[in-house]
């Protein structure tokens, strides 16, 4: 089976890189990429994703503001990737809908095997 990903984050260089190591993966297909949370929701109008992974820190709408507008649908799940993982702002992520809270310095494998876990659901 093959995963849908959408990639949500203001980094280009780390999107190039994630969709790179999930597609070299075998088990996704990244459907698309947004550079901030307007783009995000946008993209989600426009493609069917498995899952989205989502940066906090973006401009013009932040993860928490898409998480807010996505509310609890059951697809896409969201994996929130974010540089400093708290455990309060976890909670917040994991209360406004989000499937996980994971830190960017995540080894690959581990990553690759949570989004595995969370598509599957």
Do not use: N, Y
């Amino acid at each position: 089976m093959t995963w849908r990903l959408a990639l949500a984050d203001d980094d280009a260089t780390l999107r190039r890189l994630l969709r790179m190591l999930f597609e070299r993966d075998g088990r996704f297909e990244v459907v698309g990429e947004a550079a901030d949370g307007v783009e995000a929701l946008e993209l989600l109008g426009k493609v069917e994703a498995d899952v989205l992974l989502l940066d906090l820190a973006m401009p013009r709408k932040d993860g928490l503001e898409v998480l807010e507008e996505l509310g609890h649908r059951p697809r896409p799940r969201v994996v929130v990737l974010t540089g400093f993982v708290e455990p309060s702002l976890c909670r917040q992520v994991l209360r406004l809908g989000a499937h996980a809270c994971l830190e960017k310095g995540a080894d690959f494998a581990s990553l690759t095997s949570a989004v595995a876990d969370i598509a599957s659901e």
